[in-house]
């Protein structure tokens, strides 16, 4: 059977917290035995899943073989929790047979953004997502992030390829407060909030969960606000989202992951290494990290 005449594949509740790792380095290679560690810690925090390969965990620095070793170490330490593949591209026959070779991976689903750079029509976005969930046997997560792909998803759009029954969530990064509200309001794709700053108010209007990286950090605070959030209790949640917010803001004072990186290299998880052109934080953001994140000095 063609994956475009599999049965349309199951739901999966795409709701709660994710978290988006880092790819942690060691001497240029990934350091393996700290991304597992890393995921373990984070599977006991009550996070509902993970994302690999993300733009957080660096995946446009590795090569095929390496996204797969990822990917394979984080599923070997989720302790049964659910993992999403991110993945993207511009070659639309390169990225289907990608998908393809990722089918025999146990996946929940794979994050998808628009093709990067060539900028495409309305009805080529449309294109590329159905042909992409056509050839997917798990559920895709669409993911609107014009800043980096260069592409904009329309309202209409989006809702267009909600009708799609492997097309099921969108990682909303599209800073369109309008947009996030109709699909909301839809209620066909599951909202998951992509830029942290805008988690308290995506779940507050009724969205279903958050792609978070500052999460890393802090993360059964940040469940305990997914929680109170979609249980509708503002009370609770107001204070703590005021608590967490100055890690927020400094966790993204300059490119993700590299603040990210600086705090858990200081806590001792992992080096403080990124792949070129990405740098590491600057001294003053690693301390100000440091501070903000409540991390004693060695």
Same mark, same amino acid.
């Given at each position: ?75 070997? %330490? ?8 991110? @993945? ?14 990722? $089918?025999?991976?146990?996946? %929940? ?20 997502? =159905?042909? #992409? ?17 260069? $592409?904009? #998803?329309?309202?209409?759009? #989006? ?42 108010? =995506?779940? %507050?209007?009724?969205?279903?969960? $958050?792609?978070?990286?500052? $999460? ?8 305990? @606000?997914?929680?109170?959030?979609? %249980? ?11 608590? @967490? *917010? ?26 403080? =290494?990124?792949?070129?052109?990405? *740098? ?19």
């Amino acid at each position: 059977m063609t994956p475009a005449s599999r049965p349309a594949s199951h739901r999966t509740d795409f709701s709660g917290l994710w978290i988006p790792l880092v790819t942690p380095f060691c001497d240029g290679a990934i350091d393996h035995t700290a991304l597992a560690a890393m995921t373990s810690r984070l599977a006991q925090q009550g996070v509902t899943g993970f994302v690999a390969c993300g733009s957080t965990g660096e995946a446009a620095a590795l090569d095929k073989a390496e996204q797969l070793a990822v990917l394979d170490t984080v599923l070997a %330490a989720a302790q049964g929790l659910p993992v999403v593949m991110g @993945l993207s591209g511009y070659h639309l026959g390169h990225t289907v047979e990608w998908v393809q070779t990722l $089918a025999r991976r146990p996946l %929940a689903g794979l994050l998808v953004p628009p093709p990067h750079y060539i900028r495409p029509s309305q009805a080529g976005l449309v294109q590329w997502f =159905t042909t #992409l969930a056509d050839a997917s046997a798990v559920p895709l997560i669409v993911y609107d992030i014009p800043y980096r792909t260069g $592409a904009v #998803l329309d309202t209409a759009t #989006l809702l267009q390829l909600a009708a799609h029954p492997r097309i099921q969530a969108v990682k909303d990064c599209g800073g369109q407060p309008a947009k996030t509200q109709a699909l909301i309001a839809d209620g066909r794709l599951q909202v998951l909030a992509g830029e942290d700053a805008q988690m308290f108010s =995506t779940l %507050a209007l009724g969205g279903a969960g $958050a792609i978070a990286a500052s $999460a890393h950090w802090q993360a059964a605070d940040f469940v305990a @606000l997914v929680g109170q959030l979609r %249980a509708g209790d503002l009370q609770a949640a107001r204070p703590l989202w005021q608590r @967490l *917010q100055p890690w927020v803001e400094a966790c993204f004072a300059e490119p993700n992951p590299a603040p990210l990186k600086a705090l858990l290299a200081q806590a001792g998880w992992m080096h403080d =290494t990124l792949r070129p052109p990405m *740098q590491p934080a600057t001294p003053a953001l690693a301390e100000r990290l440091r501070a903000v994140a409540g991390l004693s000095r060695p």
